[in-house]
């Protein structure tokens, strides 16, 4: 129920970026594979799922405690930049900043619920790692969230 939560929340939270289509190409679970995020949460992990709900999120349970890693591959809508999205997010009452050193251009976020958000536009493509670890600090959300997109990105054209 809690990652259902949290990927609802996802798509609330971007809007448009999280309708975009699905890209052609690699699968969202083809970015990660368990053993990155397990070295990253620093927990087990279980292998990357499709979502059901949403076709372009790949899931990974980490820990027994419910928390969850996912991410996101969807197409850049033209106009897209970290900028355009951290104000639309603030419009919404969401903490959000740009975040340099990620791609063409990054933002984060802290959408509620624990959770933490890297999104990153690279070429053609937007990536979007949401992070909820329960029961741990948003500074270690944020790390591992930063350490998950740099493996997803090195695997995007």
């Keep these: 129920m809690r990652l259902l939560t949290a990927l609802l929340c996802t798509s609330v939270f971007l809007g448009t970026a999280a309708a975009q289509p699905p890209k052609a190409g690699p699968s969202p679970c083809a970015l990660l594979t368990k053993a990155e995020v397990q070295a990253a949460v620093g927990a087990p992990a279980s292998e990357g799922v499709i979502n059901t709900t949403n076709k372009s999120v790949c899931d990974f349970k980490a820990g027994d405690t419910g928390s969850t890693v996912s991410v996101m591959l969807t197409s850049k ?3 897209d930049t ?3 999205t951290v104000a639309e997010l603030k419009k919404r009452k969401i903490d959000a ?5 990620f791609g ?5 976020s802290s959408p509620g619920y624990g959770m933490q958000q890297l999104g ?3 070429g053609s493509s937007h990536v979007i790692v949401t992070v909820l670890l329960l029961g741990s600090p948003d500074a270690k959300s944020k790390a ?7 493996k997803a990105l090195a695997r995007i054209p």
């Design 77 to 79: 809508a033209p106009g």
């Design 82 to 84: 970290a900028e355009k």
């Design 97 to 101: 900043e740009v975040t340099p050193g």
């Design 104 to 108: 063409d251009s990054a933002y984060a």
């Design 120 to 122: 990153v536009y690279k």
């Design 144 to 150: 591992v969230g930063q350490a998950i997109m740099r």
